[in-house]
């Protein structure tokens, strides 16, 4: 017993090792010294960079990797989707005119994966999605565009120079990074990535500030699902 402790205590301690001489951990451990490198160069450099992986920062990454753009979109979060998974805002909004469809593209491309997955449409709302499908159909979209993502990150600056966006600076816990890029899509849903570059920004209506109240999503389980159906009608 004690000679298997003595063997896996050896391993842990050679991977520790490893790590820290590849760099894995110079966020942990080296934070210090990097933050008192007055240049450091960056982490990447890409055509487009896209931050904030809600749908609108997906198809605009997509779209210019198929268009052969060297693309990295960074998310905030652990997934992709924005509100439509992280805040549970499920249903498409209405896409139809006098029963024409209006919104093709990659947004139709979207929704019929969701269809071929079973993600797709409900009881009580036809054009509602699953959000757990819909965070995968949106990553399979992504990666098979051959646009690099990078979860857990979040915009908290940027490098202009010459009125232009150069550099956008993210971070995580494990320390900060820095990419450049040709062009900046800012899909951040609050326009971080704007702000951050010192574009005019505003908040709320114009005489008193108020914004729209928000609305709670929850889910729930153990449903009468035919009653509450019926009561609904």
């Known amino acids: 017993h004690n000679s298997r402790e003595n063997i896996m205590s050896q391993k842990r301690r050679g991977f520790f090792r490893s790590l820290i001489g590849s760099g894995a951990l110079m966020g942990v451990f080296g934070g210090k010294a990097a933050a008192e490198d007055k240049n450091p160069p960056v982490d990447g450099r890409y055509d487009i960079l896209v931050a904030g992986g809600g749908p609108g920062g997906v198809c605009a990454a997509v779209a210019a990797a198929r268009a052969g753009k060297k693309v990295l979109l960074v ?22 005119t006098a029963g024409t469809q209006v919104n093709v593209g990659l947004f139709e491309e979207v929704r019929q994966r969701l269809i071929r997955a ?34 857990h990150l979040f915009v908290y600056g940027a490098t202009v ?17 820095r990419f450049a890029a040709d062009y900046f899509v800012d899909a951040t849903g609050d326009g971080d990535l704007a702000y951050f570059a010192g574009a005019d920004w505003e908040l709320g209506r114009t005489e008193d500030g108020l914004t729209q109240p928000s609305t709670m999503f929850f889910k729930m389980s153990g449903v ?5 159906l019926n009561t609904m009608r």
């Open 161 to 177: 120079r010459k009125n232009r966006v150069t550099e956008v600076k993210v971070a995580n816990k494990a320390g900060e990074m």
């Open 224 to 228: 009468d699902q035919d009653k509450m």
């Open 118 to 151: 079973g993600g797709y449409g409900s009881p009580v709302d036809e054009d509602c999605t699953d959000s757990e499908v819909l965070k995968m159909v949106e990553l399979e979209l992504l990666l098979d565009s051959g646009a690099d993502v990078l979860f």
């Open 75 to 96: 998310e905030r979060y652990g997934f992709l989707g924005g509100m439509a998974t992280a805040g549970l805002v499920e249903p498409f909004m209405p896409f139809r």
